[in-house]
Structures are given as structure tokens and as C-alpha cells.
């Protein structure tokens, strides 16, 4: 089955910095790849997702990039600010299919 | 607003007590899931429906029970035979049934005393 191993599991930044997260995956049948934001307490959020025929989508400071022959998708998230400050889970999946597999998350600190 | 509420947003059970978590979505939703979620780890698929009145098993769904009765309502049961019930349960919804962009509630902590 799938399999989505997600890096760094802890990522400190400064203020303005850039963030990159990076996950694997082991399905080439996956073709959806969303990403989540997960405060402390509080459920996860969908920020940034991305289909496989695309390559890359930006929306403001962040954007994510998928390389589907090697199956690697990242996240990027630019002039980090505190609020960023946050666990954050990628996940695949697969048309017609209900299993969303989630990698194991990343805490992301941005200090000021 | 539209959105996912579950409720209590903190349980304490004893050992040998079922418990039942709450989740209701006024987004009209059609595939409604629960995850559970340990320290340190991804989230991990308990049961999911597609639609009213079915319901198919996830990758743990040994110790839970669900019930989809109504389109806005997919109720998760702990029974005591969950070993290691103790975690951070989460509901999910999604308009699209392949499971894509699906929006969470805010979550249940259980905790087995």
C-alpha cells in the first residue's frame, strides 16, 4: 500500500526565512497531494494542494512542487512569520480511492 | 458558517466504558471520516462513508463502531474492546466522495482513566 514518509520531523527557522518541507511517497497511482496546517489543539487545515498534471502551484507565500517521476512533493513557505508556527502533515491519494495517507509531520518553528 | 463541530472537545472515559464522539457538518458534505492521531505521528483512517446509510472500515477500525444515519452526522463509538483508546480523534468531511479536499473538525481528546 501507499506510503508517505515526510522531512524534517522538526524545522526551525527565523523570522523571514524560507521553510522547505519534504515528503516521498510510494504509490505511483497517487495523483492528489494536499498539504495541511495543524495548530496546537486544533484540527488540521487544507492550505495548498496540488494534482499530479501540475508541477507547481504558488498561492502568496507559499507553494508546492510535485516531481512525479521521482516521486517527491515539497512544500515551500516563504518570509516565515510566527503564525507559521505549526505542525504540518502531507498526505496522497488516489482518484476513486478513500485512504488519504498522511506522513508523520513536521513541527515547524519560525522565532523572532 | 459552514463547518465541522465536534463535540466534547475532552472525554475521560473508564476503562470498560464505551463512549461515543460527536460530529455533525452543516457543508453538505457527502463523505464524512474519523482519523485518529497519536503524539508524534500522521493521522491514521478509523472508518469513512460515502453516503447515508454505509459505511466501510479503515486501516484500525478494530474497538470502534460508526453509525450514518443522517448526511450531517457520523458518530464514532469507542467500545471497550479498543486496547489503547487513549489519543486525539478527528472528523473530516468532503463534498467530493474520492475523498479530496477534505476540511476537519477541531477534534476530541479521549483520555482512559
Known amino acids: 500500500g501507499e506510503n508517505v514518509e515526510q522531512h524534517p520531523s522538526t524545522l526551525s527557522v527565523q523570522e523571514g526565512d524560507s521553510a522547505v518541507i519534504k515528503c516521498t511517497y510510494s504509490?505511483?497511482?497517487?495523483?492528489?497531494f494536499p498539504w495541511y496546517k495543524q495548530e496546537l489543539g486544533k484540527g488540521p487545515q487544507l492550505i495548498i494542494d496540488?494534482?499530479?498534471?501540475?508541477g507547481e502551484k504558488k498561492d502568496q507565500r507559499i507553494a508546492v512542487t510535485l516531481n512525479k517521476t521521482a516521486k517527491h512533493f515539497s512544500l515551500h513557505i516563504t518570509e516565515t512569520q510566527p503564525e507559521d508556527s505549526a505542525v504540518y502533515f502531507c498526505?496522497?491519494?488516489?482518484?476513486?480511492?478513500?485512504?488519504?495517507?498522511f506522513g508523520a509531520g513536521t513541527r515547524l518553528f519560525v522565532k523572532a | 458558517d459552514g463547518g465541522i463541530t465536534q463535540s466534547p472537545k475532552y472525554l475521560f472515559r473508564k476503562e470498560g466504558q464505551n463512549v461515543t464522539l460527536s460530529c455533525e457538518q452543516n457543508?453538505?458534505?457527502?463523505?464524512m471520516y474519523w482519523y485518529r492521531q497519536d503524539p508524534g505521528q500522521g493521522l491514521r483512517l478509523i472508518y469513512y462513508?460515502?453516503?447515508?446509510?454505509?459505511?466501510q472500515k479503515g486501516d484500525i477500525a478494530e474497538g470502534y463502531s460508526v453509525s450514518r444515519e443522517k448526511k450531517e452526522s457520523f458518530p464514532l463509538t469507542v467500545t471497550s474492546a479498543q486496547k489503547n483508546p487513549t489519543a486525539f480523534y478527528l472528523c473530516?468531511?468532503?463534498?467530493?466522495?474520492?475523498?479530496?479536499?477534505?476540511?476537519f473538525g477541531q477534534g476530541t481528546r479521549l483520555t482512559v482513566v
Open positions: 473530516a468531511s468532503s463534498a467530493n466522495r474520492q475523498g479530496f479536499g477534505a476540511f
Open positions: 504509490d505511483s497511482a497517487s495523483n492528489y
Open positions: 496540488i494534482r499530479s498534471n501540475v
Open positions: 498526505a496522497a491519494s488516489i482518484t476513486g480511492g478513500f485512504k488519504t495517507i
Open positions: 457543508l453538505n458534505h457527502d463523505a
Open positions: 462513508s460515502q453516503i447515508v446509510n454505509d459505511f
